[in-house]
């Protein structure tokens, strides 16, 4: 079982950056990250992953502003946010695949308003 706790969130202005992190409870190592994000009213979305050699992906609309990472050693993932607008105001989640387990974390809330 890897528990996964995120940080970082809280209000910032639109234009400005974040940096969320999500720290596993176990090593994370062999595994697939992401990120998510659910606005109020919408479904969850991936914004983000990055697979154990460091291949990324993200989604069309953060593609340029954010940036994903690992740590593998200190069991952290990050996503970095910049150039950030009203309507990536969210809760971010994050999510480690192993071959059998998923696991999630409970999110930290992003909102981006003036």
């Known amino acids: 079982q890897v528990q996964l706790v995120e940080s970082g969130g809280g209000l910032v202005q639109p234009g400005g950056s974040l940096r969320l992190s999500c720290v596993a409870s176990?090593?994370?190592?062999?595994?697939?990250m992401g990120w998510y994000r659910q606005a109020p009213g919408n479904e969850r979305e991936s914004v983000a992953s990055?697979?154990?050699?460091?291949?990324?992906n993200y989604a069309n609309s953060v593609k340029g502003r954010f940036t994903i990472s690992r740590d593998n050693a200190k069991n952290t993932v990050y996503l970095q946010m910049n150039s950030l607008k009203p309507e990536d105001t969210a809760v971010y989640s994050c999510?480690?695949?192993?071959?059998?387990?998923?696991?999630w974390g409970k999110g930290t809330l992003v909102t981006v308003s003036s």
């Open positions: 999510n480690a695949q192993f071959l059998i387990e998923i696991y």
């Open positions: 990055i697979t154990n050699s460091g291949a990324t």
């Open positions: 176990g090593s994370i190592s062999g595994s697939r």
